[in-house]
Structures are given as structure tokens and as C-alpha cells.
């Protein structure tokens, strides 16, 4: 049974990936600004601005590249779309074991109404042993469900942080050293 909760939830998902597909953005880009009128020859030459080396990016572009200037990574690009598609993955697994959990928890209803009553006074006969059965399948993708929905938020938080406090011109180095008294493993870098 699918709940009105889950379906203004899933409405206002299904909205975002909407907005954010059809290329909606959250400020003004140069197509959108307001056109003046066309000044003087004479006037454009001393007033034009100096050319910028920072090329104009979308708000979309700040999922990978955060807020920091300088060339993307390819290192960076790797770990924080690993860590989007993990989320993306882990969501829709989630989305689907809570359907099936409704699913689950329509048949166990169903056999409860089609079941004679007090079916379960006694709790060792088959009947009752198949609803207890359906009963845990239901709680069981019910939980796997809202994990795999934590677990994806978790990691498009994590993807989020990386592409914004990793800086984009400095990647992380590793450092391994092995000597006489073991192993030290050391990571440099601006993050």
C-alpha cells in the first residue's frame, strides 16, 4: 500500500530530476540577462570589460567542481562520480525493496482476511507460521529499504563535500614508506 507520504515524496523527487534534467538553473546565466541597447563604437572600445580567464559555470557544475576555481581533477571527477552513481544506485534499490515491502505487506493482509478467524490462537499450525512468515519478509525489506535510502544520502553527501572541499588544482598525494620498524601510509594534500 503505497502511502500518501511516500507519494508527495516521490512527487517531489521526481520534480527535482525534472527541474534538473531540462537544465533549470538556480542563477542568472549570460543568455538570460536583460539585453541594452547597443552603444556607440566609441564608447564600447573604453568600456569593455577585460577578458575573463574563469570560464561561466553552471549551478549543475558545482555537483563536480564545487565552488573552487582551477582545472577539475581527473582524480577528483572519478571519486565524486563513483560517490553519486553509489547514491544513485543505493536510492533506487531502497525505492524498490520499500515497494516490494508494501507489496509484502498487501499479501500478508490479503491471507489475514482470506484466513479463518483466530488463526493464530495457535501459533505452531502452518497457517499461522506462513502470515508470521510474511509478516518478517515485509519488516525485512522495509529496513533494507530505509538503510539503502540512508546509505545513498549519505553518500551524495559525501560527494558533495568531496567536490567542495577538494580543491580543483591540487590533487592528494600518497605517501608509502616501508622500513626496518613497518608500514606508514600518509595522504598530503589540500582538501
Not at 112 to 137: E, G, I
Amino acid at each position: 500500500m503505497v502511502r500518501k507520504s511516500m507519494l508527495r515524496r516521490l512527487a517531489a523527487l521526481t520534480a527535482a530530476m525534472l527541474l534538473w534534467v531540462t537544465g533549470a538553473r538556480a542563477e542568472p546565466t549570460a543568455a538570460s540577462e536583460p539585453v541594452r541597447a547597443a552603444p556607440s563604437t566609441a564608447t564600447q572600445a573604453s568600456t569593455a570589460p577585460a577578458p575573463s580567464k574563469s570560464s561561466s559555470t553552471s549551478f549543475s557544475d558545482r555537483f563536480f567542481r564545487g565552488t573552487t576555481p582551477g582545472e577539475l581533477p581527473t582524480e577528483k571527477i572519478a571519486l565524486v562520480a563513483t560517490l553519486y552513481v553509489g547514491a544513485a544506485t543505493s536510492v533506487g534499490v531502497g525505492i524498490a525493496a520499500l515497494v516490494s515491502a508494501g507489496s509484502k505487506h498487501n499479501d500478508a493482509e490479503s491471507f489475514k482476511h482470506s484466513a479463518p478467524q483466530n488463526f493464530c490462537d495457535d501459533l505452531a499450525s502452518s497457517t499461522c507460521a506462513t502470515y508470521r512468515r510474511l509478516l518478517d519478509v515485509e519488516l525485512s525489506r522495509r529496513e533494507t529499504g530505509m538503510a539503502l535510502l540512508g546509505v545513498g544520502g549519505l553518500l551524495a553527501l559525501g560527494g558533495a563535500l568531496t567536490a567542495e572541499l577538494w580543491h580543483n588544482d591540487q590533487a592528494p598525494e600518497l605517501a608509502v614508506d616501508v622500513n626496518a620498524t613497518g608500514l606508514s601510509l600518509g595522504l598530503h594534500g589540500r582538501f
